[in-house]
């Protein structure tokens, strides 16, 4: 069974930063991709950015050249690094984590969620 604990989230002001963690534990063999979605009240949940194993990232048009992501192989923990928050981003994070067990069958788990909020 593998879980995700995630941390970081808060309230900032508008222009403000934070950074978020995700730790992935449990009988992980290899991890293709993380990834961070949010959702904010009334609406669907949305790819914020992913990595790859190569380190390959991709973001949101919404997020790009703000969000930061970054991954620790050694910790199995992936982080969002946002700035110049705007209220807008306000949602619950949650982060992502795909691959495969010792076993060798796949897995695609999910944290908890961490609530950001963006607010003067």
């Known amino acids: 069974q593998v879980q995700l604990v995630e941390s970081g989230g808060g309230l900032v002001q508008p222009g403000g930063s934070l950074r978020l963690s995700c730790a992935a534990s449990?009988?992980?063999?290899?991890?293709?991709?993380m990834n961070w979605y949010r959702q904010a009240p009334g609406k669907e949940r949305e790819l914020v950015a992913g990595?790859?194993?190569?380190?390959?990232?991709n973001y949101a048009d919404s997020v790009k050249g703000r969000f930061t992501i970054s991954k620790d192989n050694a910790m199995n923990t992936v982080y969002l690094q946002m700035n110049s928050l705007k209220p807008e981003d306000t949602a619950v994070y949650y982060c992502?984590?795909?691959?495969?067990?010792?076993?060798?069958?796949?897995?695609?788990?999910w944290g908890q969620g961490t609530q950001v909020t963006v607010s003067s």
């Open positions: 449990g009988r992980i063999s290899t991890i293709s991709d």
């Open positions: 990595i790859t194993a190569s380190r390959s990232t």
């Open positions: 992502n984590v795909r691959g495969r067990k010792w076993s060798q069958t796949p897995f695609d788990a």
